[in-house]
């Protein structure tokens, strides 16, 4: 969901034009389908002190928050145009690879967590039902929000 407010803040605040705005998110999602194949079979053959998938977290977390960061501030030092349109087309990118990092060592926990597998399944399947309901929420939340709030200032 944090595209969204992407694509809103490099549209409106930084006054990058839809179509590379369009560009930007595309090289993030191309990213990481990319990435998650490869981090997940690395994650499977790396063996660190601190456990198979800790260092895919630590990677992760840090990729994340340093792109993060750096997507949504507008760095006083990208001058021209084509320095910004670099600075929004490689952030996304190197964040999903990031988020990739996270996510499959957030995913592979159910299998580590027990050996049946109908208590794999339905661990999956809470994990699942959450996630819908999490993102159902924002979404109607955000709906309210948008039908109440009048003020154009954005």
Wanted: charged fraction near 10%.
């Amino acid at each position: 969901m944090w595209f969204i407010y992407l694509t809103w803040y490099v549209n409106t605040v930084v006054g990058l034009n839809q179509k590379f705005t369009g560009l930007c998110l595309l090289s993030g999602q191309i990213t990481d389908g990319i990435t998650t194949p490869l981090v997940g079979m690395a994650s499977d053959k790396l063996n660190c002190p601190g456990g198979r998938r800790n260092f895919w977290y630590y990677f992760g977390f840090t990729f994340v928050n340093i792109c993060f960061l750096g997507i949504f501030t507008d760095p006083p030092f990208l001058k021209t145009e084509r320095a910004r349109n670099i600075w929004y087309c490689v952030l996304p990118a190197v964040f999903n690879i990031g988020w990739a990092s996270v996510q499959i060592a957030h995913m592979s926990i159910v299998n580590t967590l027990t050996y049946s597998q109908r208590r794999r399944d339905k661990l999956i399947n809470y994990r699942n039902g959450f996630t819908y309901i999490a993102s159902v929420s924002i979404l109607v939340l955000a709906l309210i929000l948008f039908m109440t709030v009048s003020d154009n200032k954005w």
